[in-house]
């Protein structure tokens, strides 16, 4: 049931200048010039006089160290292209370097302040009741993790948002419609043993995902830390030849494989973790390869069998790591195992409006965070499905008719013009306003030739989406949340103040100390009695 409300909603937009100047470097997909062009259509049509437009703050360390550890940020602060040399163990422990999707660049951090700060301040109009919705597409960057860079992202200004928004909101629902794979999530528990996990669930799991999916490529990422006793944060009790069968049932299936090491046992605890790590397969050189072969395989996905994470990539990407996130047996999450050709009607009619009603039936948020990756648009460089601008905003304009606080941000989307279009259609519909399909001239119009119109067309490639494995996902995902018995409650506490109240006060206490400190100065140079 959704509720629309009589007048218009309050929507703050926030934009630094300088956000879109970053370069990745040559080949790489992500490309934060995109954001300064759905800037300027943003300008072009219109759309900025119809809201509150902010220029955001960059964030500080300390702000960002709410989520990320403190040496994961001085790392990034102080990496340039000039010092990568002396950096060179933090890099692999960090995940960051010219081997990675996450390369050093010039104005790395100054570029994570931006677009975090942007987040930090869209949540904090919303905990104020300054606004109904807060606009921020530099944001999004969903895949950095607690101390380390991954998929593109360096700091989760996602993660920082949701922290500032559970200071006044007791529940706060995460929505991601980004469509560059899909994730399976096997919400497994302590103790699992060789026979239960691979008969029960990897292979069957495995089967499957290889029938509907047919891949063209797989990256294998064997995390050690579910052998038995190996790990100091594993919680499973794999053996050697289990951990190993997985890697032999995947190689099984003939088709091209990377081949990587694990994460936790590398990068955060050195060799000495992973002395068991199986080595009864080929390695495949670990990431060297990995770009060009992104690029030269058109179809990549995601299936992530993790504990109660979903992260998705554009890659096919199957993990056997297992950290303690296993010891819960809760997952409050769902997933939408979707495949590629996802069509607006499909995607819209069949899964996204009927879960998100359950969704806010049983969970009833105080607010919502709604990562608009685009990705999911038709034609992009990575991304699988088949949508429109109208199917992708249709998302949005259904999430914003519950009239909940919402944070919108960006995320994923590799076709440039695209994205920026997308952003641009999709402001206009949180501000209520229909826009002309005729791209205004603005600064970079020859980007949207030959037509320079707003609107995409689909693509005429077949959708393997059929109906049946569509009702397959949605009864799935209906029973799932049906197991929430009600929304989550929560303990009272005091509500910490936010960041900038906390910067007021220290502020003031600085103006404080200073006027004391002029006051007791006073007489001393002012020509009196003492003074020659």
Known sequence: MTSITASKQRVSYFYQPDVGHFYYGPSHPMK??????????????????????????????????????????????????????????????FNVGEYTDCPVFDGLYEFTQLYTGASLDGAVKLNRGDCDVAINWSGGLHHAKKSEASGFCYINDIVLAILELLKVHARVLYIDIEGTGFSVNAPLTSGMTDDAYEERIFKPVMDKIMEVFRPGAIVLQCGADSLTGNDRLGCFNLTLKGHAECVRYTKSFNVPTLVCSTMLGVRDFGAASTPNCPTDFELIKENANAEKERRSIRKWNFVHVNLGRGDGFFIFYIEMQ????????????????LTSGMTDDAYEERIF???????????????????????????????????????????????????????????????????????????SVLLDTELPDEIPYNDYFEYYAPDYKLHLTPEQRENMNTEASLES???????????????????????PPDFELIKEDANAEKERRSTRENREGDGMNDGGAGDD
């Not at 509150?52 to 040496?71: I, K, L, Q, T, V």
């Not at 102080?78 to 692999?92: I, P």
């Not at 297992?322 to 195992?337: I, W, Y």
């Not at 969970?363 to 429109?388: E, H, K, M, Y």
Request: proline fraction near 5%.
């Open 32 to 93: 934060p010039h995109r954001i300064k062009m759905a800037h300027h259509l943003i300008l072009s049509y219109g759309l900025y006089r119809k809201m509150e437009c902010y220029r955001s703050h960059p964030a500080s360390p300390n702000e960002m160290s709410a989520f990320h550890s403190e040496d994961y940020i001085n790392f990034l602060a102080k990496a340039t292209g000039d010092n990568l040399r002396v950096y060179g163990n933090q890099m692999q422990k």
């Open 322 to 337: 297992f950290s303690d996130m296993g010891r819960s047996d809760r997952t409050d999450h769902v997933n939408a195992p």
């Open 353 to 427: 409006k009927p879960v998100m009603d359950k969704i806010m039936e049983v969970f009833r948020p105080g607010a919502i965070v709604l990562q608009c990756g685009a990705d999911s648009l038709t034609g992009d460089r990575l991304g699988c499905f088949n949508l429109t601008l109208k199917g992708h905003a249709e998302c949005v304009r259904y999430t914003k008719s519950f009239n909940v606080p919402t944070l919108v941000l960006g995320g994923g989307g590799y076709t440039i013009r695209n994205v920026a279009r997308c952003w641009a259609y999709e402001t």
């Open 473 to 495: 996902v949605r009864v799935d995902l209906l029973t799932q949340l049906m197991s929430l018995k009600g929304a989550p409650s929560v303990q009272m506490s005091e509500v």
